[in-house]
């Protein structure tokens, strides 16, 4: 059975009708429990497998446990788990609201370990288990006016490869995908203000299914960590030749956005 964190829109609901469509019963998690109930009928009809929703905030602090022991409780045995919710607030961290920050490091971060904890537990123990988390091509520069957001994605990345190598002598794969801009309701704030970021260009994002299609393609083949797209990986590549001091400095200047309001990188 998989467990897909973030299945009601995105990447996430591309990742659940990949599994399905192989054969895998499914725990759908995310907030909105009418997507996710939707999408279990959907899935099941399609593809003859057992779904259930499980409508969580994995942005509260002892969500993790709550969704790890209803598994549990319903002998729900997960072999595949895909931490793929996260969400990323734009605007200078000094205005952005603490509360906000609090509950996106949550999800993006503490919810994420909290889950590969539980679950690698129970796959160590099976011998047997494959965990994807997702990062971002964030995680390999600062990225002013996403400053915690990608910060907390460099965490997803360094934390995935150290966990893999602690868990690969137990049968469990840890594989870390790295989407660029990809096209899913993550931007729809920025895109809804007409905030125009280069780098975040509408017409430069790949299709949320490319994305998942390649994250459970690199996860089978036991990849430790990889980026999507050749030209994402190529620009996180050759940063790291780079001075960090004129990486953060470019990036300020790729992240600054401009609408027609004028500059708006504050928050609301
Ligand atoms: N799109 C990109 O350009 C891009 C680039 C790099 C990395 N990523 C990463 O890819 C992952 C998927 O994002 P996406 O692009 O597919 O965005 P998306 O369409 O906005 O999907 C985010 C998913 O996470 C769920 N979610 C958000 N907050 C949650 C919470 N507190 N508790 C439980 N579930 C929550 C959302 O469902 P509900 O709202 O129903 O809770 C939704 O299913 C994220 O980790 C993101 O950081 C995206």
């Not at 602690?166 to 995908?177: A, P, R």
Request: aromatic fraction near 6%.
């Amino acid at each position: 059975m998989a467990l897909v964190t973030g299945a009601s829109s995105g990447i996430g609901l591309e990742f659940a009708r990949l599994l399905a469509a192989r054969g895998h019963d499914l725990v759908l998690v995310a907030r909105s429990k009418c997507r996710l109930d939707d999408l279990a009928k959907e899935l099941g009809t399609a593809h003859g497998v057992a779904v259930k929703a499980a409508p969580m905030d994995l942005g509260l602090p002892g969500s993790a446990q709550v969704l790890w022991e209803l598994t549990e409780n319903q002998g729900l045995e997960i072999e595949i788990l895909i931490n793929n919710a996260g969400i990323g607030l734009y605007g200078e961290h000094s205005v952005l609201g603490p509360a906000q920050v609090a509950s996106m490091l949550q999800l993006n971060i503490l919810s994420l370990s909290e889950l590969c904890q539980r679950y690698g537990a129970g796959m160590g123990q099976r011998g047997k288990g494959w965990i994807l988390n997702i990062a971002s091509t964030a995680a390999y520069q600062p990225t002013p006016y996403f400053a915690a957001y990608g910060a907390s994605k460099a965490y997803v990345l360094n934390f995935s490869e150290a966990l893999a190598m602690e868990l690969e002598d137990q049968g469990v794969v840890v594989s870390c995908l790295s989407p660029g801009p990809s096209d899913t309701a993550f931007f729809s704030d920025m895109d809804q203000r007409g905030l125009q970021v280069e780098a975040l260009a509408k017409g430069g994002r790949r299709s949320a299914r490319a994305v998942a299609e390649v994250g459970l393609e690199r996860l089978f083949a036991g990849k430790l960590s990889s980026i999507d797209g050749r030209i994402n990986a190529l620009k996180a590549r050759s940063l790291r030749l780079v001075p960090r001091a004129v990486v953060a400095r470019f990036s300020k200047t790729l992240m600054t956005a401009t609408s027609a309001a004028g500059p708006a990188v504050r928050a609301h």
